[in-house]
């Protein structure tokens, strides 16, 4: 039997659900890029869901959740670029899955239903930091048809790469 797959708006009273899939997608996918420090450091679920109690009382971006069969799996926000060079971007701020269904096709869904989302709002670009070694991410993001820019930053102990594509 296939699930039923749900993609909805996120609304007040989603936080925990976000923090959590935020947190523990971080601790596997980031566990060998970002210090044992960091990781524990932005990933602690008490400050995860005061940020996101946060940008939902004061409806800051926009977020969704892709659930499985009602149970919560894959969180998105994206918003207008927040890098001031890059006017007239929209930026993916974060895509998270948690891991026991990463590879079967949940976050291509995702990913499809906010372009869809971002071009109907006006905007025929959009860009997104990804680290430079989390290679699985960055095959997914090229498979999306995200070409690397020129664009790097250092976050933590490791190094972002800005991907970029046309809407």
Known sequence: MKEKI???????????????????????AFNTILSKDDLEKYSNIDKAIEMYSYLLKENIANG?????????????YWDKARDEDMEGY????CIH???????????????EHILKEIKKLGYSKVLLWVFEENKRARK??????????????KFCNA????????L
């Open 159 to 166: 190094v972002e790469v800005m991907y970029c594509r046309e």
């Open 64 to 76: 969704y959740i892709l659930s499985l069969d009602d149970n919560p799996h894959c969180i998105a």
């Open 97 to 111: 899955s948690l891991n026991n269904n990463w590879g079967k096709g949940y976050g291509s869904i995702m990913m």
């Open 6 to 28: 749900n993609i909805s708006k996120v609304k007040s009273g989603d936080e925990k659900i976000l923090a959590y899939i935020q947190t523990e997608s971080w601790k596997n």
């Open 140 to 153: 997914f993001y090229e498979k999306h048809k995200f070409v690397l820019a020129d664009k790097s930053k």
């Open 90 to 93: 929209a930026e993916i701020i």
